[in-house]
Structure formats: structure tokens, C-alpha cells
């Protein structure tokens, strides 16, 4: 349009606006309505709220807003000034997949009470020293830097958040973040222990309570847990429901021909109380022996319901829930699926994970972790430079995560931390394909390089990968007993195929004069055949492996072979030579190691005698057949036969 209407240019005529110099002539009468209904909205100036030319039509009419609602002052000052403040969400805490994480899951504690089948391995874990694990100092101060990057929920976990024992402190100082931004405080326990401490929660701030049950029956109690206590587990509901804690959650791990059954009784809990039931989809974790048919399917559990309760109907899920929500007509309570294996959330996925030794969890099914512990304790870790350094490495770990973890055939055999090690819940170096993904102003940080350090990852051989008859040892090592702790650590191998494998070894036993060497050569020791004694006690060492080496399994042996024989040497020598078979999982060059040691011992002590200078050297595997990480020998070794 050429020209504004006549009422246009009154209203901007009015707000001290010259239409020649605040608009340009091709302005439209579209464009300067909304110009002036901008300017009303900022303008603090009293103006009427409806304008209208009695001699135009009603295209020239101009509604102009309120300057400001019809709220109390104070009211709408605090608001503007809320908006004023108001600051987008940190970008430390957003990924590249845009998703906000508003949600920090926090490990207080290892240890737990319990020894359930699906959380403990059967022969336990490696606890940290208690000098790895984050202080009540350290947790707080990593809440408090979360919630100050937009972090509204924290939920404590473990082992058993609850056998921590300044547990109900620690609640009561979270809650005061509730005057930062905290909206919710959480804490997912098994509730062996926690009714009594329940009250002084509430009191300190505790806002939400998932509870973890498998069962309603005490015989199947003690044998998923281990332990003896549904009473306790159960007094503990009725005292949530007393105290009126919303939302109250039981989680329940289903599994095929153990609990499936007893789903009805589980929906009988929902029908008169404010409880929701939440059925889980059986996860692999590193020992939890799991298997695939063990698991049942959110489908089937749904499947089953159903023929009882046809009328179930979905219920409108929140945009960050990690269950699918089900409700029976009637019913106070409602049902949940969790469905980490079948259907995974993680396209809306907001949550991060803080194990207890202070790494950051990106996903519960990947094997990242980066210390946040390592950070804080070094010298002024926790000042505001410690802040800053903090926030960068958190925002690497944010940006590494990926945009879904893997699918249900890759979980099966994917190594990870025991579930209890990750946080009573739903948990290297950060790969090169994420760190590409990585804003340069973070990788630019020498801080952030050093933080990032290796737990494992199926990716990485556990054994050098041997070519051309000479070991070439991959790029990318890790030791196969050792978590990030430094704590030692079984290697599971329960899901390893069963082979033949056949190890080799030598060691060398050097004199320092040609006594012992011609004694054994006449056999005169005054301890006797050298030489065969020391085969045996090789074979038996052999055997022991399991018991000398802890770490070791314990295998069925069908080949044990030691081999003696004087070698040429300025004073003489005595060379050994093992071989050690077996058809199983694992091994087994320890065994033929721990056999070439043996008799190398035995030879040692009975020659000390004459010799206080025998000298015990290269001990070493030479040649290994068989297993995952394939065929090698040693170049150069050339194997003999006793003389």
C-alpha cells in the first residue's frame, strides 16, 4: 500500500511515532497494526484499549491491548522480572539430538542388602574402596551444578540408597535446592529398610519413591533376592501411602517362568490405592546370567492382561516417561510397561546417570563413562574454576551420547557394569566417531582430553590381535580385570562358546656355578629326582590355577604336559616347556604359565641348596590355539622335545 489509513497514522502519531521516519511507504496496513500493538505491548504509557474513527469502516478500526494484564502489581512484577531472568536451557546439558537433560540420576552407594538375580552377579562384585567413592560434599556440590544448568529432578539410587548411612542428611540437604529450581527429589530403594527412615525423608524434602518388587510371594522372595524380607518391602508401601507420597512406583522385573504368573496380583495392588505398577522388561547386565528366554515382551505382558481386563485403555504418557502407561476402568492406581529391550525411549530420553564413584553416565546401555570425581578432588576442583572445567567435561559426555542405544540383538552380549553398579535403575574413551561430533571449544580443553578414560567396550579385543606368526598388538588396549576404580574385576564367560584350546609355555632356570647341573645330571640331590618332581608339581600347579591366580576360572583340564631338560650354559640350565589343553570357555594360557612356574619353583628350591644364585627368567606364553582372539605363536620359537 502506498499510504497507512488515516486511523494508523493517528495511533502512531499519538506514541510519538512520525510515520515517514519510523516506517517505509511500502509498509502494509497489516504490518503497521502489528508494529503498533508491539509498541503498545512495551510502552509503559497509559493507553485506551479500544480506538475506533466513527467515520471509517471497520477495516480502520484499531484494537490496541492493555499495556499489561489485570494482575496484582506485585503479582505481575514478579513475573516480568521471572521473564526477564529467565535464561535458555544450558547447553552443557543438551545433546546433539537437541534433548534437553533436566534429569540426574545419582548413586550414593555400592552396597546393597539385597542380592537380587537380575542386579548381582551370583559371585558378587568387587566393591570400590570407599576413598574412590563421592563424598556427601561432592554429591551435593555436582546437584547443585546441575540444577543450576536447568537439572529439575534427582533421583537417588544405588546399590540401596537407603543402607547409606547419613542417607536421610543427605535427602534433607538436596531438598533445600528446591529454592534454586529442584521441582522433584526422588529415590528409587527396595524398601528392606526403609520405613522407619521414610518420615524424616518426607520431612527433608523427598518428593517421589519408586520401590523395587519382584514378588508378592516369600518363598520366590528369598530365592530373587537371596535374602528374607517381603514383609519389610511391603510395610514400607503402606507407610508411603500414609505419608500421601505422589507418584508412588513399584517396579517389577518379569521374567518367564519365575514371576510371570503372579502379574494379576501385581494389578490387584492399583485397584484401591494411588500405586503405580510397572512391569520391566528383563535387561542384560554384565553377570545377571541373562538369557532370551527368560525375557517376556511388553506385547505378551499386555497380550495377557488384556484376556482379564479387556477394557484396559492407554493413559496420555508425559513427553519424558520411560513407561507406557495403561489404566483399568475403575482401578485408583494404574500400570506401566518399560520397554528398554522391545521399544526404546531414547528419543526423548532427558536423563543422566552419576555412578558412585563419580563417573557420568550417559546411557544406561553404553559402556562412556568420564570422571566428574577425578575433577573435583584435584586442587581447586571445587571452586569456581573447578566449575567451569566441570561443566566442560559434562558437556563432552552430553554431546557423545548417541541418538538410541544399541538393538536387542547387540544388548544380549554387550559388556557393561552389574546393574547395581550403575544405579538401581535403567548404565573408554569416548569412541572417534562421537568425539568428531564435539564442539572444537570444548575438545580444545586439556582438561577435557584428560578426563575421558576407558571402563571397556565389546569393540576392543580383550586379547592383541596376532597376524603373520608375530604379535601385532591393536592399536586400542585395555586390561581385561581391572574397572576404572582400579578395583579387580572376573571377566564373565558365560556366554562364550565352548572350544578346544591349547596353550604353550616356557621358562628357564640359569645357575650361577655347575653344581646343581651335575647333580641333577646324576641324580644325587639329597632331595631327590629333580627333574620329575618338578613335573609333577608343575601339573599340580596346573590344576590349581584357579585357586593361586583369584581371578582365574576354575576349568576342566584334559591335557597337561610338562616338559625338563638340561640346556647348554655357562653353568648350566634347566629349560622348561608346558602344554595345557582344555575344551571349554575360557583359558588357558594362565594354566600353562602357572605350570612352568610351578616346576620352575620346585627346581629352584631344591637346587638352593647348592646354588644361592639361581636366576628364574623368561617366562613366557609361546604359542596359543584356539578361543575368540584366534591362533598366534611366538616368531622365532621353535618347540622341542624332552632329551
Known amino acids: 500500500m502506498s499510504a497507512l489509513p488515516t486511523a494508523a497514522r493517528r495511533a502512531l502519531t499519538s506514541r510519538g511515532i512520525h510515520t515517514q521516519a519510523a516506517l517505509p511507504r511500502s509498509t502494509s496496513y497489516t504490518t503497521a497494526i502489528r508494529r503498533i500493538h508491539h509498541r503498545t505491548i512495551v510502552s509503559n504509557a497509559a493507553a485506551p484499549a479500544y480506538t475506533q474513527d466513527a467515520d471509517r469502516s471497520f477495516e480502520n478500526e484499531i484494537f490496541v491491548p492493555p499495556t499489561r494484564p489485570n494482575l496484582p502489581t506485585t503479582e505481575f512484577s514478579d513475573r516480568m522480572a521471572a521473564i526477564k531472568q529467565a535464561k535458555p536451557f544450558s547447553e552443557f546439558l543438551t545433546d546433539n539430538f537437541h534433548r534437553q537433560h533436566n534429569y540426574l540420576r545419582i548413586s550414593v552407594t555400592e552396597r546393597c542388602n539385597l542380592r537380587c538375580l537380575y542386579c548381582m552377579p551370583e559371585e558378587g562384585i568387587d566393591l570400590s ?70 518420615p524424616q525423608m518426607v520431612e527433608g524434602g523427598l518428593t517421589a519413591l519408586n520401590l523395587s518388587l519382584d514378588t508378592l510371594d516369600e518363598f520366590k522372595f528369598q530365592f530373587m533376592t537371596r535374602r528374607k524380607g517381603l514383609s ?17 512406583k513399584v517396579n517389577c522385573v518379569v521374567m518367564n517362568k519365575l514371576n510371570v504368573d503372579e502379574i494379576p496380583s501385581f494389578l490387584a495392588m492399583t485397584k484401591d490405592q494411588p500405586i503405580e505398577v510397572r ?16 525375557m517376556i515382551t511388553y506385547q505378551e505382558m499386555l497380550d495377557r492382561i488384556r484376556k482379564s481386563h479387556p477394557d484396559l485403555h492407554k493413559v496420555q504418557d508425559h513427553k519424558n516417561d520411560t513407561s507406557k502407561t495403561y489404566q483399568i476402568p475403575g482401578y ?33 546401555f553404553d559402556n562412556a563413562e568420564v570422571s566428574l570425581r577425578d575433577l573435583m578432588r584435584a586442587e ?40 547395581i553398579l550403575i544405579g538401581n535403575g535403567y548404565q573408554r574413551r569416548l569412541p572417534s566417531k562421537t568425539t568428531s561430533s564435539i564442539p572444537l571449544y570444548l575438545l580444545s580443553s586439556p582438561y577435557v582430553r584428560q578426563s575421558i578414560r576407558a571402563y571397556s567396550t565389546s569393540r576392543i579385543p580383550s586379547q592383541p590381535v596376532i ?86 576360572h576354575p576349568i576342566s ?71 575368540k582372539s584366534g591362533d598366534w605363536r611366538e616368531e622365532g620359537w621353535i618347540e622341542w622335545s624332552e632329551v
Open 129 to 198: 574402596p570407599p576413598s574412590h567413592l563421592l563424598t556427601t560434599e561432592e554429591i551435593l556440590h555436582l546437584a547443585k551444578l546441575f540444577v543450576s544448568q536447568g537439572v529439575t529432578k534427582i533421583r537417588l539410587t544405588g546399590g540401596e540408597p537407603t543402607v547409606r548411612k547419613d542417607i536421610v542428611e543427605l535427602i534433607t540437604e538436596l531438598g533445600k535446592l528446591k529454592a534454586v529450581g529442584l521441582k522433584e527429589l526422588a529415590m528409587t530403594t527396595n524398601g528392606i529398610s526403609l520405613a522407619r527412615k521414610l
Open 232 to 248: 519389610n518391602v511391603l510395610k514400607s508401601i503402606d507407610t508411603a501411602l500414609s505419608l500421601n507420597i505422589q507418584p508412588l
Open 279 to 294: 512391569f520391566i522388561e528383563y535387561m542384560p547386565f554384565t553377570g545377571n546370567k541373562w538369557e532370551s528366554g527368560k
Open 332 to 364: 485408583k492406581g494404574k500400570l506401566g510397561f518399560i520397554t528398554s529391550m522391545t521399544h526404546n525411549f531414547c528419543g526423548t530420553c532427558n536423563r543422566l546417570r552419576i555412578t558412585s564413584d563419580g563417573n557420568i553416565k550417559v546411557c544406561l
Open 380 to 419: 581447586g576442583g571445587m571452586g569456581p574454576g573447578g566449575e567451569k572445567k566441570l561443566l566442560e567435561v559434562i558437556g563432552v559426555a552430553v554431546k557423545g551420547k548417541k541418538e538410541k542405544h544399541a538393538g536387542l540383538g547387540e544388548l544380549e552380549s554387550m559388556p557393561n557394569r552389574p546393574m
Open 467 to 552: 597376524t603373520n606368526n608375530s604379535k601385532e598388538a591393536t592399536p586400542a588396549q585395555k586390561l581385561t580385570h581391572v574397572l576404572p576404580s582400579g578395583a579387580a574385576y572376573m571377566v564373565p564367560i558365560h556366554e562364550k562358546a565352548i572350544t578346544t584350546r591349547t596353550a604353550k609355555a616356557v621358562s628357564t632356570i640359569k645357575f650361577s656355578n655347575p653344581t646343581a647341573v651335575e647333580l641333577i645330571r646324576s641324580n644325587s640331590n639329597k632331595k631327590g629326582d629333580v627333574l620329575s618332581i618338578s613335573r609333577i608339581a608343575g601339573i599340580m600347579a596346573a590344576k590349581k590355577t584357579s585357586e593361586i591366580i583369584p581371578l582365574c
Open 557 to 627: 583340564l584334559s591335557k597337561v604336559q610338562v616338559n625338563l631338560r638340561v640346556a647348554d650354559d655357562v653353568n648350566g640350565a634347566i629349560e622348561i616347556m608346558t602344554i595345557v589343553t582344555c575344551d571349554g570357555k575360557t583359558g588357558v594360557e594362565m594354566e600353562a604359565l602357572t605350570a612352568a612356574m610351578g616346576a620352575a619353583l620346585t627346581v629352584y628350591d631344591m637346587c638352593k641348596a647348592v646354588d644361592k644364585g639361581i636366576v628364574i627368567e623368561g617366562t613366557r606364553v609361546v604359542e596359543k590355539v584356539g578361543g
